[in-house]
T-cell receptor, first 112, second 114 residues
Framework: GQNIDQPTEMTATEGAIVQINCTYQTSGFNGLFWYQQHAGEAPTFLSYNVLDGLEEKGRFSSFLSRSKGYSYLLLKELQMKDSASYLCAVRPLEAGSYQLTFGKGTKLSVIP | NAGVMQNPRHLVRRRGQEARLRCSPMKGHSHVYWYRQLPEEGLKFMVYLQKENIIDESGMPKERFSAEFPKEGPSILRIQQVVRGDSAAYFC????????????FGEGSWLTVV
């Protein structure tokens, strides 16, 4: 089975940096995803990590440590529009499994 | 460059009625996934389909729920005899290949059972 934990809510200031953590316990692992979801809208793909290390994409970076079952999403130069829920999701390793297991999401509020 | 299209966006049904949710994948995508999001819960996988085939329905409730992806037309998630607990957001996603690591989500269909 899969278990994914991430903080429920976070608040950060415009222009600052925020790190959203995600820990997972899985029977197998085949990649970790981060999605952004504004209220009432579709989850939007942000990043995918399958190997250890940091993946940088503009203001957003994602880090993975498979040995620790740990990932984080780093958002730099925060903007008000970054206020959203951030979803961590894991793809299991079982053969033929194409489903993602999502955490409950972290609701980020960016304040002036 | 249309994304994943879902309709209706909002649907209200009385208990016992049927709900039909439709999903048109992105152009060129032949893999469709349905997820359900209950209030205060994460997205939960329901079913994975390719054209005319159900590949993995391990997340589908055993009764009242069914899904199809015909050769022509959108994928349809059907919920028969809806109950209040079916009230949720239902998201469809698509990908070009099952092994691809970018899965695109639609904007969801919000079902309210009254």
């Amino acid at each position: 089975g899969q278990n994914i934990d991430q903080p429920t809510e976070m608040t950060a200031t415009e222009g600052a940096i925020v790190q959203i953590n995600c820990t997972y316990q899985t029977s197998g692992f085949n990649g970790l995803f981060w999605y952004q979801q504004h209220a009432g809208e579709a989850p939007t793909f942000l990043s995918y990590n399958v190997l250890d290390g940091l993946e940088e994409k503009g203001r957003f970076s994602s880090f993975l440590s498979r040995s620790k079952g740990y990932s984080y999403l780093l958002l730099k130069e925060l903007q008000m529009k970054d206020s959203a829920s951030y979803l961590c999701a894991v793809r299991p390793l079982e053969a033929g499994s194409y489903q993602l297991t999502f955490g409950k999401g972290t609701k980020l509020s960016v304040i002036p | 460059n249309a994304g994943v299209m879902q309709n209706p966006r909002h649907l209200v049904r009385r208990r016992g009625q049927e709900a039909r949710l439709r999903c048109s994948p992105m152009k060129g995508h032949s893999h469709v996934y349905w997820y359900r999001q209950l209030p205060e819960e994460g997205l939960k996988f329901m079913v994975y389909l390719q054209k005319e085939n159900i590949i993995d329905e391990s997340g589908m409730p055993k009764e009242r729920f069914s899904a199809e992806f015909p050769k022509e037309g959108p994928s349809i998630l059907r919920i028969q005899q809806v109950v209040r607990g079916d009230s949720a957001a239902y998201f469809c996603a698509s990908s070009r290949q099952s092994s691809r690591n970018t899965i695109y989500f639609g904007e969801g269909s919000w079902l309210t059972v009254v």
